[in-house]
């Protein structure tokens, strides 16, 4: 595998992980909840009282910002390198996966391993053994 060192991006990647951390800290200072995308989607579909106002505003911002963005710089090109069907079968697969791991990736990766949760370092180790896993099986059998 060769790194691609002349489109590669240390300082504005930094930058963006720092803005990450800083707003999951912020969130979680300010409101007292996690900032994971799974749970916060999963509420809205539970439909709380009193407790829809702060999900939607955080999606609309979600889906808002890359749309501000275009306003000042134009969009980088979206590449999916995949079809229909893989896409359907992964996006189920992380689905379901949420679901059993109690959250997802940004809930347990970002917000629970800052706050040294042991379950989401467990749940942090198993997506990420199998994403190392899947790489391997499609380059090795499948490339």
Excluded: E
């Excluded at 590669?8 to 200072?29: E, K, R």
């Excluded at 090109?77 to 990736?105: H, P, Q």
């Excluded at 198993?126 to 380059?139: H, K, L, Q, S, Y």
């Amino acid at each position: 595998m060769m790194i691609d060192w002349a489109h590669a991006t240390p300082l504005a990647s930094f930058a963006g992980g720092a803005l990450i951390g800083l707003s999951a800290a912020l969130f979680v200072l300010f409101n007292g909840r996690i900032a994971g995308i799974s749970g916060i989607l999963g509420g809205l579909l539970q439909w709380p009282k009193g407790d829809i106002a702060w999900r939607v505003a955080f999606l609309a911002g979600l889906v808002g910002a890359p749309l501000v963005y275009a306003l000042a710089a134009p969009l980088p090109a979206v590449r999916v390198d995949a079809g229909t069907t893989t896409l359907v079968v992964a996006g189920l697969l992380v689905g379901i996966g949420t679901r059993y791991g109690s959250g997802c990736t940004s809930g347990h990766g970002v917000c629970g391993l800052s706050r040294l949760s042991p379950r989401s370092l467990v749940a942090t180790g198993a997506f990420m053994a199998a994403g190392f896993v899947t790489v391997f099986i499609v380059r090795a059998f499948f490339a």
